[in-house]
């Protein structure tokens, strides 16, 4: 069990709506070489979006209460065939993360050009699933994430 539970998925749900699903979320001097690397921190709260590549990527999300390591994400997004528009119809699901399921966009958001799907198993503690964005039927773009609460001995 995770102290303060709720305030880390609120923080959560705050860090990835400012940070990159925003957009406009400050990059940072990265972290890693070659990383992009979009931190939020608010009081004793701090997150980091760290990820390489653009059309295919993989990445990590890691909260801090405290400096200790509390949550953690990994995602791999691959581009079947980058449809203009989808980026910012992504961001725009990705705005939409709840506080019951702090982990990617909602279960499912239409657009007129495209639809976007997101399926998962477990919660906050430990989970894995998958994002879709089809156009027209079909699928053009995949994202599959896992992790979960961080436990110390």
């Avoid at 995602?75 to 019951?100: K, M, Q, R, S, W």
């Avoid at 909602?106 to 430990?126: I, L, M, Q, T």
Wanted: aromatic share 16%; net charge negative.
């Amino acid at each position: 069990m995770v102290d303060n539970e709720l305030a880390i998925k609120t923080f959560i749900v705050e860090a990835k709506r400012a940070a990159y699903a925003s957009g406009s979320g400050e990059k940072a001097k990265p972290t890693r070489p070659g990383a992009k690397d979009i931190p939020y921190k608010r009081e004793h709260f701090a997150y980091l979006d760290s990820y390489y590549g653009e059309i295919h990527f993989s990445g990590q999300e890691v909260v801090w209460q405290n400096d200790v390591a509390k949550w953690s994400m990994n995602y791999f997004g691959y581009t079947h065939d980058p449809i203009e528009g989808f980026p910012e119809f992504l961001n725009a699901c990705l705005t939409e993360v709840g506080i019951d399921a702090p982990f990617r966009g909602p279960a499912f958001k239409k657009s007129e050009k495209f639809e976007y799907v997101c399926n998962w198993e477990g919660d906050f503690h430990h989970f894995n699933g998958k994002e879709q964005i089809l156009y027209q039927g079909k699928v053009i773009f995949s994202l599959h994430f896992h992790g979960g609460a961080i436990q110390y001995a």
